[in-house]
């Protein structure tokens, strides 16, 4: 979910490299998801796109069904779709906090709640997560609520799904170059964080895919019900 850019558009796009058939899915980016799929199927692999708002379940059912339609089933499912606004408690308006909760909160159960219920045996699951919930820092409090609830969902959706050899992982970025994160920064905060990086940089939305795409593999099913901390060792 979340696929026409940033971490969800590399997802899908280095997903398709490794040669699955991906179904690309936006709210608004219509040109932007469509441009995706279109990247995918350059590289050799089928792809679709499906605009569903994941706050509607109805929507993420349709969106399901037609992965299912187009390419017989369901094996890897990325709940990234996500909205961030900031600010203090005092100042957090009504608006921002219900919406954020009901796009990141809600929208990723809806995405979940299919995903256990047509993932097929031997699959994989990835709620996003962010690496701010563990740092807890000012301005973050009701976003870092959301996303710590995917870390939540993931080691409780591995258990219920035993059995079956599917793996549930909550994959938990950094300071990852995407407008989500940057927007609204300014060149010396942006700086500030690349310095409490070992790396020396921001991570890339490609650094996110190919841990997922990583995870993804027959080797590493055993890593299962874990956060996955892709953040370039920032402290």
């Not at 058939?21 to 936006?26: A, I, K, P």
């Not at 301005?139 to 793996?167: C, D, F, H």
């Amino acid at each position: 979910t979340g696929s026409s850019r940033g971490i969800g558009a590399a997802t899908a796009r280095q997903l398709g490299r490794d040669g699955y058939r991906v179904v690309v899915n936006c709210v608004v980016n219509r040109d932007l998801a469509a441009q995706v799929a279109r990247d995918i199927e350059a590289s050799g692999s089928p792809a679709i796109w499906r605009q569903a708002d994941v706050r509607d379940p109805a929507a993420v059912r349709a969106l399901f069904d037609a992965g299912e339609e187009a390419f017989g089933g369901i094996d890897v499912v990325v709940a990234n779709a996500g909205v961030m606004h900031l600010a203090p408690f005092a100042d957090m308006s009504d608006e921002d906090v219900n919406h954020m909760f009901d796009v990141n909160i809600l929208g990723s159960f809806h995405t979940l709640r299919e995903a256990a219920r047509r993932v097929r045996d031997g699959g994989r699951i990835f709620p996003l997560s962010s690496t701010i919930t563990r740092f807890r820092t000012e301005t973050y409090g009701p976003y870092a609520a959301s996303k710590m609830a995917q870390e939540l969902y993931a080691t409780v959706l591995a258990k219920e799904l035993a059995g079956r050899n599917i793996s549930v992982n909550a994959i938990a970025p950094g300071v990852v170059n995407t407008t989500l994160f940057t927007d609204g920064k300014t060149e010396a905060e942006l700086a500030g964080f690349v310095k409490r990086t070992p790396h020396g940089r921001l991570g890339e939305p490609n650094d996110i895919a190919n841990v997922i795409s990583l995870l993804c593999s027959g080797g590493a099913s055993w890593v299962n019900g874990q956060v996955v901390y892709a953040n370039g060792g920032i402290a």
